[in-house]
């Protein structure tokens, strides 16, 4: 089939593919250029003496250790979990469902959004698992599928994942004793997440990026590339063991022992949900996935074999994470972040101040790609902006986590999980994403000047 008719978005979304194929930077070395930027303009704008930067810099190295174990524990359990044999039959009817290239491409990103909206984390690997799962089923059906684009369209759902349950400053206002109670108390999440207006918005931009990611797809059949047949390869299987004559081999095949580890983890978080009632963080996240897969999987061995296959994903979130928390240091021991918010701040009006907290936001997220690690070093300056200007701490709050979200179509870094799993580079998914970072910042941008204006 050739598309003859011209589509607007796909004719937009051409010189980014382009432009990002050429020109941008692999995810590591993005990272490095950005320390350096950051250096650099901590000198020039903050008055810090090289040395002093050097060590705001050396001293952030290891400040998101702990966040770097969660988020790499996070991947693994969840590429195993997708790689035991009843997820994997679920996933294969899933694949089946469309019977149109844009009903594909659709699905994907419905599916992420949903996701996200109930976990960022989730909704990375979800739409990473989606998107192979329904090109392995395009290809069975002989449904020319552009792949690029398809897992273009899983990580634009994650476009709304600060709207949505685990909204990383919503939560951190949310909770008891947090370290800006004394100044705006505690918001609840019925103001933030739960919020009328952040709703609508969501869904708002949910149904836009569901209609927008079919609109890219290549008008002419020779631009389409479909999945690669190695990807169709099941790494993960096994292979039959014969005979189990020792005492260690039928221990470790003994799938009673996986069984009852998986259930102690499923009591452990239901003890925790009685006591503390229902919530999600990536350590109840992480636990989920492993006792899940640990009762999917066929004995304790072979749960280990799926996790090596798995632990070559996260190679790139160990290495550059350590990087982007020494960015966090420079802008907050040096007080970079706060002169760059208030340079934002000192242009606003009462009206618009929740519109600049979130181009705030997105320029910040790009420098720190982690929307605690963010929300505590720009937080509590836009929440004295806010003071200043008698605005509301929740408008402050929306704007900051829009932002965030919206320029993660231009930052590579959360692309690495998703993109493990897909088995893709970044630079054939961004250029389309470029255009859903266009789409998106129109429909945030103008929410919170609505938002203001109210």
Not at 41 to 69: N, R, Y
Not at 148 to 176: K, N, R, T
Not at 229 to 239: F, V
Not at 358 to 363: A, R
Request: with cysteine.
């Amino acid at each position: 089939m050739t598309y003859q008719r011209v589509r607007t978005f796909d004719k937009l979304a051409k010189p980014f593919v382009r432009l990002v194929d050429k020109y941008y930077p692999d995810a590591f070395l993005f990272v490095i250029i950005l320390s350096i930027l950051t250096f650099v303009l901590a000198i020039t704008l903050t008055g810090s003496t090289s040395s002093e930067t050097l060590k705001a810099w050396g001293g952030g190295l290891p400040k998101l250790f702990t966040f770097t174990a969660q988020i790499t524990i996070v991947m693994i359990t969840a590429h195993a979990l997708a790689h035991t044999s009843p997820v994997e039959k679920l996933l294969v009817k899933l694949g089946d469902i469309p019977n149109k290239p844009v009903q594909a491409y659709a699905l994907v990103t419905f599916i992420s959004g949903l996701a996200s909206l109930f976990a960022w984390s989730f909704g990375l690997i979800v739409g990473g698992i989606s998107a192979k799962f329904i090109a392995i089923g395009c290809e069975k059906k002989k449904i020319k599928i552009h792949y690029p684009l398809l897992v273009a369209s899983a990580y634009s759902g994650y476009v709304i994942w600060h709207m949505g349950y685990s909204s990383s400053a919503a939560l951190f206002v949310a909770s008891e004793g947090h370290s800006l109670v004394s100044r705006i108390g505690v918001i609840p999440v019925t103001e933030t997440i739960f919020n009328s207006f952040n709703i609508t918005v969501a869904l708002l931009t949910l149904i836009t990026i569901t209609i927008i990611c079919p609109l890219m797809r290549p008008s002419r059949d020779s631009e389409i590339i479909e999945i690669d047949t190695k990807l169709l390869k099941d790494k993960s299987k096994t292979k039959n063991i014969n005979e189990i004559n020792s005492f260690a081999q039928r221990i470790e095949n003994n799938r009673y022992l996986s069984f009852l580890t998986g259930i102690s983890l499923i009591g452990y978080i239901f003890l925790i949900y009685s006591e503390k009632g229902f919530f999600l963080d990536l350590n109840i996240v992480s636990w989920t996935f492993l006792s899940i897969g640990l009762l999917l999987a066929n004995s304790p061995i072979h749960y280990v074999k799926l996790v090596n296959n798995a632990a070559l994903t996260v190679g790139p979130i160990i290495l550059q994470y350590p990087f982007y928390a020494g960015i966090m240091g420079i802008m907050a021991d040096t007080g970079l972040i706060k002169i760059l918010a208030d340079g934002i701040a000192s242009v606003a009006t009462s009206e618009t101040l929740g519109f600049f907290s979130f181009l705030s936001g997105g320029l910040v997220n790009m420098f720190i790609p982690s929307g605690g690690g963010q929300w505590a070093v720009q937080g509590p300056v836009m929440i004295q902006a806010a003071e200043t200007l008698n605005v509301q701490p929740y408008v402050i709050v929306l704007g900051v986590a829009y932002g965030d979200q919206w320029t993660n179509m231009i930052q590579p870094f959360w692309t690495i999980p998703l993109l493990a799993i897909a088995g893709l580079h970044m630079r054939q998914i961004m250029g389309y994403t470029f255009v859903i970072f266009i789409v998106t910042g129109v429909i945030y941008g103008s929410s919170m000047l609505f938002l203001g204006s109210g």
